[in-house]
């Protein structure tokens, strides 16, 4: 029987996705809280849960690793280290266990994502997009492990780095949760901006396509297409079929994710219809009507339709 740790909230290792919508924030990062948002409100989000910044504590303590206080890159290695060398405490270990099972149903474990979701995480003065580790099609035997390593990207140098840039200080403690999605097995993926980067007080939305999963759109690692639409009416107004050369992959065969060759016949394949474009649209207009303010969306389509796996404020758009 799955029993949850505390009786509230800051004292649970784990979290669901309805627990997540109530949590403090601190508890369970912005982009967590994001996607409870969007299950509540009836958009389609990969079953997941939240492993709590309650969770990272207790794994600190546990294993005697201390906090690093300043951004001494010695020590900021040091604790990288640690974190990723020391077992999971058995109760926490224990308690994501019984989580990752709840998301199988009557199947086993299912393979899944491990993305960070840090409390000042996908803000709109600091999204910190890129500055933590994302673990993709994780087998349930290196769940743990990739826990452990999520964790300790909370302390890269990079976005240490990024924190001082932005004044933000690292504090006394990590208030750095980490979600844990079912995995999705796209065939296709990108982003969506509610409003034209380039025209963001304008009437359209934008979209970046590639084939297979995001990784390759939100990485840069290709020339994706393109595709705008009328805010209006979520109409195809303009369309471009980027040279895709590459494209990241995710599959039940393998763990993991990989880059790929395209083959030539697809490279200049449309990797989305006018109507998949938008229905695309529609969630994001939906999703900005939600939340109240411009939306920088990460989905997916898979054979079952379109997934929603990550919204946050737009940067410098108009609200």
Not at 43 to 61: C, I, R
Not at 222 to 248: A, C, F, H, Q
Not at 277 to 298: F, R, Y
Not at 303 to 318: D, E, F, K
Request: some cysteine; proline content about 7%.
């Amino acid at each position: 029987m799955f029993v949850w740790r505390g009786s509230s909230s800051v004292n649970k290792f784990v979290l669901d996705q309805a627990e997540a919508l109530g949590a403090p924030l601190e508890q369970v990062g912005g982009k967590a809280a994001s996607l409870a948002r969007l299950v509540a409100a009836g958009f389609p989000v990969p079953a997941f849960f939240v492993v709590t910044s309650t969770a990272f504590e207790n794994h600190l303590a546990g294993n005697g690793i201390s906090w690093p206080s300043g951004d001494d890159p010695a020590r900021l290695a040091e604790a990288q280290e640690s974190i990723c060398a020391s077992a999971v405490p058995e109760p926490v270990a224990e308690t994501i266990r019984a989580a990752h099972n709840a998301l199988a149903g009557a199947g086993p474990p299912p393979a899944v994502a491990v993305r960070s979701s840090g409390a000042t995480e996908d803000s709109g003065p600091a999204s910190f997009a890129g500055q933590f580790a994302s673990e993709l099609n994780v087998p349930a035997h290196d769940l743990q492990a990739a826990i452990r390593r999520c964790w300790a990207s909370s302390l890269s140098a990079g976005s240490v780095a990024y924190r001082s840039r932005r004044g933000i200080p690292l504090g006394s403690a990590p208030n750095f949760a980490l979600l844990v999605q079912r995995q999705l097995f796209a065939v296709s993926a990108g982003v969506l901006f509610t409003r034209h980067p380039l025209d963001q007080e304008g009437d359209v939305a934008y979209i970046e396509a590639n084939f297979g999963t995001g990784e390759s759109v939100v990485a840069g690692m290709v020339t994706p297409d393109s595709y705008t639409l009328l805010r209006r009416d979520n109409r195809l107004v303009e369309s471009s079929v980027g040279s895709k050369k590459r494209m990241t992959v995710a599959s039940e065969d393998a763990p993991g994710s990989r880059v790929v060759e395209t083959g030539q016949d697809r490279r200049r394949e449309p990797v989305l219809t006018a109507d998949q474009a938008g229905s695309i649209g529609v969630l994001g207009a939906g999703i900005e009507d939600l939340m109240g303010e411009p939306q920088d969306i990460e989905w997916a389509y898979d054979t079952a339709g379109p997934w929603i796996l990550q919204s946050r404020p737009q940067t410098g758009a108009a609200k």
